[in-house]
C-alpha cells in the first residue's frame, strides 16, 4: 500500500493495537472468594425466577467484555472459538495452503504465492482467482468474506483441500488437490543495503522475529554497513521479550532497557548484558503514529540512552502489558498487569477513560484532524510530565514517543480525485486486473528498476483513468494533472508488489520516502548519535 493512503484506513489500523505488548501466558489459578459474591447471586436469581426461559452462558458471555472494558482499552476477553485466530499474527507459523490474498469484487483473488509452500508446489500463481473450495461456489457477497476464506483454507497439517481457479487466458477452471502444510509467518519481509546504510523494515514481534532480525543483521555486517535503519512504522507490537533481544544488541551492559510495574506487578529493570553485537554502530528508528508498544519500547530505549536518532511521527502511545490467562471452557483474557517505562521513567501510555473506548479507537482521527500528521506545532505535550535523557535532552511521558527529527505526512500532491481513488480502492483493484492481463510479459521483469523503466512508457495513469471512471469516479483535469505523478507511482508500487513481491515494492517506496530519505541524510552526517543541549555535557 503506498504511504500517502495510510491516514485513511486509521480508525482500521487502530484496532490492530490490541495485541500489544505480551507476557507468557498463565493459566488462571486466581479464586475471588466473597461472603457475598453479588454476580452469583444476580445470576441465580435469573435463571431461578426471570419471566422467560434464559441463557445464562451467552448472558456471561457477552458480560465479560463489559467487565474489561471498565478497567483499560487493552484487557480484552477472547470467546473460544477466536482464541487460534487471535494467536496467529505472533506465531512463527500455521498450518495452510501457503498464499497470501485479496477479495475483490466478492472473488478470492491470490495475490501472493509463498515460496516453497504447497500452493506453489501444485502450481498455482498470483492473480488466481479461487471460485470453488471443496466442490462449493466460493463467490458472491456474504459468502466469500476474509474470515470465511481463513477457515476454509487453514486447516489441520496433512489434510487437503481441493480448489476450483479461474487463471486469465484458460477457458475452463483449474481443480488444484492442495495437501496443507506449515507456512512459516515471517515479520521481516524486507532487509537490505542502502548504499552503506541497512535498512530492515520490520512488521511485528512475534516469535520468529528475533531470528530474522539477527539474519538481517548478519547480512549488513557481511556487507560491511556504516550503519542501520529500522523502521517500526505500521508496527503494532507483539511480545515483549523479543523487543527485549532486539533492543540488547545496541546497547551497553547495564544499559536500562525498560522497566515494568503494576499494583500486583513488582517493579522490574530490564537492563542490556553487554553481549550486543553492535553497541557501537549508529542506529537510525523511524516511527510513525501506528507505531505502537514494543515499537514504543525500542524506539524509547534508543531515545532515552541517547543512542540514536528517532525520526518520523509522534507514536501510538500504548505503554501497557498485557499478560495472556487460560480460562477454563478454553476461551482466554489478556489482561493489562503492568505500564511499561522507558529509561528516564516516563510512561508513554496516552490518557484514556475507563470505559471510554470509542473516544480511545478515534485518537488516531483526532490527531489527523488537528493537523498533527503534518505539523510538530500542533503536537502539545503535559509541561508537568518531561523527563531527561542521558545526555540531558528533554522528552515527555504521557503520549507517545516524540521522534527527534519529525517528518510530516506526504500528502502534497494529494487532490479529492486521487484521495478517493486511494480511499475506495482503486488503485488496488486496477493494478491487480493490469497485473492479470499482462502477466505474461511483466512476468520477465525481476527488479523494480527493470519494472519500473517499463510501466512508466505504458501510460498506465491515463488506462487507470478510464477504468476508474468505469467505477463511479469522474475525472477532473486539474486533479489529475498535479497527482499524475503520485498515481503513477501508486500504480507502479502496486503491480511491482503484485509482480515480484514485498521486497521490491519496499525498495521501490523507499526511493521517495521523506522518512528514509531523511534517515540516510543523517547517516551520512555522522548525526545519528543526538548530542547534548548547550551548555551540557
Not at 5 to 20: E, I, K
Not at 109 to 122: A, L, N, T
Not at 501 to 519: C, Q
Request: charged share 25%; proline share 3%.
Amino acid at each position: 500500500m503506498n504511504r500517502t493512503t495510510a491516514v485513511f484506513l486509521l480508525a482500521c489500523l487502530t484496532l490492530g493495537f490490541l495485541v500489544g505488548i505480551n507476557m507468557p501466558r498463565t493459566e488462571n489459578t486466581f479464586i475471588i472468594s466473597s461472603t457475598a459474591n453479588k454476580l452469583d447471586e444476580v445470576l441465580g436469581i435469573i435463571n431461578a425466577s426471570y419471566v422467560d426461559s434464559t441463557d445464562i452462558d451467552s448472558i456471561i458471555e457477552k458480560s465479560i467484555p463489559k467487565v474489561l472494558e471498565e478497567l483499560d482499552p487493552h484487557s480484552v476477553y477472547i470467546a473460544a472459538k477466536d482464541v487460534e485466530e487471535s494467536n496467529a499474527d505472533l506465531q512463527s507459523s500455521f498450518s495452510g495452503i501457503g498464499i497470501r490474498f485479496t477479495i475483490q469484487d466478492d472473488t478470492l483473488r491470490v495475490s501472493d504465492i509463498i515460496r516453497g509452500g504447497p500452493s506453489e508446489k501444485v502450481g498455482m500463481l498470483a492473480g488466481d482467482r479461487i471460485i470453488k473450495v471443496n466442490d462449493t461456489l466460493f463467490v458472491g457477497k456474504g459468502i466469500c468474506t476474509n474470515d470465511a476464506a481463513l477457515k476454509k483454507l487453514k486447516g489441520p497439517k496433512g489434510s487437503f483441500v481441493k480448489i476450483g481457479v479461474e487463471r486469465y487466458g484458460e477457458k475452463d477452471l483449474l481443480d488444484f488437490n492442495i495437501r496443507r502444510d506449515d507456512i512459516p509467518m515471517e515479520s521481516i519481509e524486507a532487509a537490505y543495503m542502502i548504499d552503506q546504510w541497512g535498512y530492515v523494515q520490520i512488521e511485528r514481534f512475534a516469535e520468529n522475529t528475533y531470528a530474522e532480525f539477527i539474519r538481517a543483521l548478519a547480512h549488513f555486517m557481511a556487507c560491511n554497513a556504516k550503519g542501520i535503519i529500522i523502521d517500526l512504522r505500521g508496527n503494532g507490537g507483539g511480545y515483549l521479550g523479543i523487543a527485549l533481544e532486539m533492543a540488547n544488541q545496541f546497547l551497553k551492559k547495564d544499559d536500562i532497557i525498560v522497566y515494568t510495574e503494576g499494583v500486583n506487578s513488582p517493579k522490574k529493570i530490564e537492563r542490556a548484558n553487554g553481549y550486543g553485537m553492535f553497541q557501537q554502530t549508529p542506529v537510525v528508528v523511524l516511527v510513525d503514529e501506528t507505531s505502537a508498544s514494543a515499537s514504543e519500547i525500542i524506539a524509547g530505549t534508543i531515545q532515552d540512552n541517547d543512542r540514536g536518532t528517532v525520526i518520523g511521527r509522534r507514536t501510538f502511545g500504548k505503554g501497557l502489558v498485557q499478560q495472556p490467562f487460560d480460562l477454563a471452557d478454553g476461551s482466554a483474557m489478556r489482561l493489562t498487569i503492568a505500564r511499561y517505562h522507558t529509561p528516564s521513567g516516563r510512561c508513554i501510555q496516552k490518557p484514556y477513560d475507563k470505559g471510554g473506548n470509542e473516544k480511545y479507537a478515534m485518537d488516531l482521527i483526532d490527531r489527523y484532524n488537528r493537523g498533527e500528521f503534518f505539523s510538530q506545532d500542533s503536537i502539545h505535550f503535559n509541561d508537568s510530565l518531561i523527563y531527561k535523557t542521558r545526555n540531558g535532552r528533554t522528552v515527555y511521558g504521557g503520549g507517545g514517543i516524540m521522534p527527534d527529527i519529525f517528518v510530516s505526512s506526504d500528502t502534497v500532491d494529494m487532490t479529492p480525485y486521487s484521495q478517493e481513488a486511494f480511499s475506495r480502492g482503486l488503485i488496488t483493484r486496477f493494478a491487480l486486473s493490469y497485473s492479470d492481463r499482462n502477466r505474461r510479459t511483466l512476468s520477465q521483469f525481476k527488479t523494480h528498476e527493470a519494472m519500473t523503466a517499463h510501466l512508466d512508457k505504458q501510460g498506465i495513469v491515463d488506462e487507470f483513468i478510464s477504468f476508474a471512471g468505469q467505477k463511479g469516479l469522474k475525472p477532473n483535469t486539474r486533479d489529475i494533472a498535479k497527482s499524475r505523478s503520485i498515481m503513477q507511482r501508486a500504480l507502479n508500487s502496486n503491480i511491482i508488489y503484485q509482480m515480484i513481491g514485498m521486497l521490491e515494492h519496499v525498495k521501490y517506496i523507499n526511493l521517495e520516502d521523506p522518512t528514509v530519505l531523511k534517515a540516510i541524510e543523517v547517516l551520512e552526517k555522522g548525526e545519528a548519535y543526538p548530542k547534548a543541549p548547550a551548555g551540557e555535557e
